[in-house]
């Protein structure tokens, strides 16, 4: 710490952290959530990484029609939290409801292990980030569901 020219001392402020955005759908078809299993065996929502100069709107939108197929609508934004996907590595996931635009079938890109349909009474048994629960939560609570 140095002082200003009155003699106060300086704070120096600490950089501010750089993680990776990843924005997430919360999509519901036929009154279950869609989940994908990614590399750690844990369910997650469809999305990923937000690319440089791209908007998290346009990013999930992407993303979802890469993943399962399927246009949607992107809706209301739902939560925003740190996840530590390693020890020594965080994400922040941006999650945001979202609705499919046509009756699709959906299918599995090759980014996941499995893809599956859960009943909101199913997710508690399912090995996931708590913060995927919650904003499942609030968007079936939204939806009526």
């Not at 106060?8 to 519901?28: D, M, Q, T």
């Not at 590399?39 to 908007?55: I, K």
């Not at 209301?76 to 979202?98: A, M, Q, S």
């Amino acid at each position: 710490m140095g002082q200003d020219p009155t003699g106060s001392r300086l704070h120096v402020a600490e950089p501010a952290p750089l993680w990776p955005v990843s924005v997430k759908g919360v999509l519901f078809i036929g009154g279950e959530v869609v989940l994908l299993k990614n590399e750690r065996d844990e369910w997650e929502l469809p999305g990923g990484r937000l690319e440089a100069g791209e908007d998290p709107v346009s990013c999930l939108g992407r993303e979802i029609a890469e993943e399962l197929g399927v246009a949607v609508r992107v809706a209301d934004l739902i939560d925003c939290w740190r996840y530590p996907v390693l020890p020594d590595r965080e994400v922040l996931i941006v999650t945001y409801g979202v609705e499919p635009l046509l009756r699709a079938d959906l299918h599995l890109s090759h980014e996941h292990k499995a893809l599956g349909c859960f009943p909101l009474g199913g997710i508690d048994a399912l090995r996931m980030p708590d913060g995927y629960r919650r904003s499942i939560r609030h968007w079936a609570a939204g939806c009526g569901l």
